[in-house]
């Protein structure tokens, strides 16, 4: 399945999986394996981490915090993972992957509030202002970024003002917002086992 982890690479007739779409392997093309529900739940898991970037500490933590919210699990956990600063930051348009949104952030050239934060996982809120530093939007690194920011569309829980370079963060995701490439609901039975 295309996770989209190589951009815009993943849209054109260069994505690996065109290419190859089955498994690597000498036993790849021909092999059929059917899976258990075990197998079906972790390659869920796994395709969220992979999805954004985590580490399996990382992630069950997620769950953790998911688990003594009051409502549905797999909806608050998914929210969670879409409220991480590097996640809003690719989901604005300023990056075209999580992993350039997290070294940018890691190098401190994103700013919530006006402040400087380093820490990709940080949580955002609802009202709060994302912004690029000025030496980073003049500098060449992101200026093919910037050109593609007027045709991203971005989700209805943020706001994009693509001549300002800024983001605002309206509200948390809801209902329509939650759908991933993944069935969270899979990922909290392999957890509750």
């Not at 089955?22 to 395709?47: A, D, I, N, W």
């Not at 688990?67 to 929210?79: E, L, Y």
């Not at 690029?132 to 003049?138: A, C, F, P, Q, S």
């Not at 920011?149 to 209805?156: D, M, R, S, Y």
Request: charged share 30%; glycine share 6%.
């Amino acid at each position: 399945m295309k996770l989209n982890l190589k951009g815009e690479k993943c849209d054109t007739a260069k994505c690996p999986m065109i290419k190859r779409s089955y498994r690597p392997g000498v036993h790849g093309p021909t092999s059929r394996v059917r899976p258990t529900p075990y197998g079906t739940q972790l390659r869920e898991k796994q395709k969220a981490k992979t999805t954004y970037g985590l580490l399996e500490k990382q992630f069950s933590n997620y769950f953790d915090k998911a688990k003594k919210v009051k409502g549905n699990t797999a909806d608050t956990m998914v929210r969670f993972l879409e409220m991480r600063l590097d996640n809003v930051v690719y989901r604005l348009g300023l990056c075209r992957s999580r992993s350039l949104a997290r070294q940018i952030i890691n190098h401190g050239h994103v700013l919530v509030n006006g402040k400087s934060v380093n820490i990709p996982s940080y949580q955002v809120r609802a009202s709060d202002l994302i912004t690029l530093d000025e030496k980073i939007k003049k500098g060449t690194t992101l200026q093919t970024e910037m050109g593609h920011l007027e045709q991203h569309t971005t989700p209805a829980w943020l706001h994009m003002d693509a001549a300002k370079v800024e983001g605002k963060v309206l509200h948390a995701p809801q209902d329509e917002d939650l759908k991933q490439n993944f069935d969270a609901k899979l990922i909290v039975e392999f957890y509750s086992r």
